[in-house]
């Protein structure tokens, strides 16, 4: 029946930029706003006509809703929490060592190899470490499209009071070993400590007190484009996420003892960059790569589900002949362009693909122009599948 | 003997293709799936009618009641064997009584379990539909009619079907022959709604006949569809009969094609009463179709709505000839 903002509390979470979200969508031509870098906060109060007993008395109902936005590389911070500093250095050499990601941390390694892990350990060289350890994740990112870059402020740090919290990177230690006092294996260690007491615990704790319902966003396109590796990547990162997850019925005692996830979403986004036909695949290859963690999260008594989701639609579909086949494509405006284009996003399997599945990568993918918005409130957005997400998420709470 | 095979074609990859068209895309907003919200509920003032109603129905349950107390006792009165009896007697009324209201309740509960399934499948994400679709397979599992449509639904649905697929192989293996089943009772219903009008001597006896075949036709459908309704489920069910009728605006149009067709082509050959009775089962048949939409567990899909002409037209030309 209407909604209304709730003005924001004065603590350190900053409000969500709503108005200049709305103004950037409204712009003429229209933009997409900047990317989450940062928590941010927005409640809303929404009064709706209940179905229940409230409606045998005639009365409205009030749900207040709490949205918090954060970049989502965050979530790769969870697993550190069960792991030691040594378990997680060496998980991260074994990887660093393997396939694409050898050749970009070979700088890094080098540099670690003459600077062995029990020489004392001066900050400089720490931070030097920490430099080459950055750019190699950044290089993971940007020229292979990997995904399970942790820790996962190194690339995305928001507002951080002190910097040298994430002066470190994994050092060469032997199982059972311990970094000798005063080594640059110990400074490194009592860094990632740091980092873990006063960065990420807050940031979790704070999260499961407040969170019940989690909407999990996987760019699934990107990754599957992005050739053999990367995608494995992807999947091994929404693993090891997942299986930091807290799923659980809601309860009243487990409110008091702090919140279980009992509703999660996994959802693909860029549901507007495939045709519709195709929409229903994306959505069974979400499905498929999370089905260990959903049925987990069903044993605990949650509900998870998977959908193919696009917030703001962008194109529209269309059709086009390929190498003399005809095909389904989407059609839109590229941002900054003034012809339309039509994007071909190839077949979405819905299952992870088989190795002869995997040619040559594909990373152009075009950023289409929103649709302008006007800022009237109560004028909808167009977008796929938006409204059965909320459904999903809202549903119970809202009956 | 050689068999070609059809090389396997190579897979294409995703591209971008230019081209000569400009301008921003002009994207509409989806309508909203009709979800059949109910109207919201005007306040009202307690109806006085009520208030008595339910006022009466306190005391005949206190005279009822208090009868069975003095009623046993005078039996004990009587003898232990006499007042052991009456107990026993008593006991087993209340009993039928109570299996009574059971069996109303669950018919009530299996109703509204379709009808919820029906406002929540429209707005269900495709992982969800699955589930909603196999609650919906569940409830019409227990029609002896249908149980084996289901199990061939079962039989044929895999892990790796989508929302829209299960969807699909539901309306396909199971909604379709109850479909058949519903429109044969509707045939049914409506030669006897022509016939009954073609012989009844007088209005008032025509009306009664129509209105006790209507409710027949509705508990059939209802039953079809795997709800078993039992009063107070035929009474639900004639309440969002009345309220819902708009439903299916489809059947209305058809009516209204039918109608002109039979106005132009064979009504005007047609005697007087014959014309009557064929109205008559014309409204049968519009009542019907208007049950299965409200007994499904599905919303129809375009082109599923069957036509009243499909469902009239045998009986016209059975009348003409």
Known sequence: ?399 | MTTETEAPRERLRPRILETEETGRLELNLQPPPEAHLPAPRTQRSRSPLRVAAAGLGILVLGVIGIDFVQFIDGAFAHGAGLGIAATAAVAAGCGGAVYWLGAELRGLWRLRSAERLRSLIPFALTGELKAEIDAAAAILAADPLLSEAVARYRAVREPHHSGRDALELFSRFVLAPADRLAEAAIRRAATQAFAINAISPTALLDTLLFAARALRLIREIAEIYGQRPGLAGTVHLLRRLASGAGMVGAVDLAGGILVQQLGGAVMERLSASAAESAYAAQKMARLGIIAMALCRPIDFRPGEVPSLRSLVSGLLKADRQ
């Not at chain 1, 200049?20 to 940062?38: E, F, G, K, N, R």
């Not at chain 1, 179905?51 to 979530?75: I, K, Q, S």
Request: hydrophobic residues 45%.
């Open chain 1, 1 to 399: 029946m209407g909604a209304r903002l709730l003005a924001p509390e004065a603590d350190e979470v900053p409000p969500f930029p709503l108005e200049q979200t709305v103004a950037a969508l409204a712009a003429d031509p229209p933009h997409w706003p900047a990317s989450t870098t940062d928590l941010r906060r927005v409640r809303l109060v929404l009064r709706f006509s209940s179905a229940g007993l409230l409606r045998l008395l005639g009365g409205t109902a009030e749900l207040t809703v709490e949205l918090l936005d954060y970049p989502g590389e965050w979530l790769l911070d969870l697993p550190l929490l069960q792991q030691s500093y040594g378990d997680w250095s060496r998980a991260t050499f074994a990887l660093a060592r393997r396939g694409v990601r050898a050749p970009l941390a070979r700088d890094w390694l080098d540099f670690l190899a003459r600077h062995p892990a029990d020489r004392t350990g001066d900050p400089q060289t720490a931070l030097q470490a920490y430099e080459l350890y950055r750019d190699f994740l950044a290089a993971c990112r940007d020229r292979e499209q990997l995904s399970l870059l942790q820790p996962g402020r190194f690339l995305n740090p928001g507002q951080i009071a002190d910097p040298s919290l994430l002066q470190f990177c994994p050092m060469p230690l032997a199982i059972g070993a311990r970094a000798p006092p005063g080594s640059l294996a110990a400074l490194m260690e009592a860094r990632f400590e740091a980092y873990r007491r006063v960065i990420v615990q807050p940031f979790f704790t704070q999260l499961a007190r407040n969170v019940d319902r989690q909407i999990v966003l996987v760019d699934v396109l990107r990754a599957l484009n992005a050739g053999e590796e990367a995608f494995a990547d992807h999947r091994l990162a929404l693993d090891t996420i997942l299986a930091a997850f807290r799923f659980g019925r809601r309860s009243l005692l487990r409110r008091l003892f702090g919140a279980r996830i009992d509703r999660v979403l996994f959802a693909a986004t860029k549901a507007d960059h495939v045709p519709a036909l195709q929409r229903d695949h994306l959505e069974a290859l979400m499905a498929n790569l999370v089905e260990a963690p959903s049925l987990r999260a069903k044993a605990a008594r949650a509900r998870a589900a998977a959908a193919a989701l696009a917030s703001i639609r962008c194109t529209e579909d269309g059709t086009d002949v390929i190498d003399g086949r005809k095909v389904d494509i989407v059609v839109g405006l590229p941002e900054g362009g003034e012809r339309r284009i039509r994007f071909f996003p190839g077949i979405v399997p819905v299952t992870p693909p088989p190795t002869g599945f995997w040619g040559e990568r594909f990373t152009e993918f075009p950023v289409f122009q929103p649709p302008r918005i006007t800022s009237a409130a109560g004028d909808g957005i167009p977008h796929i599948n938006l409204d059965k997400a909320l459904d999903f998420l809202l549903e119970d709470a809202l009956a």
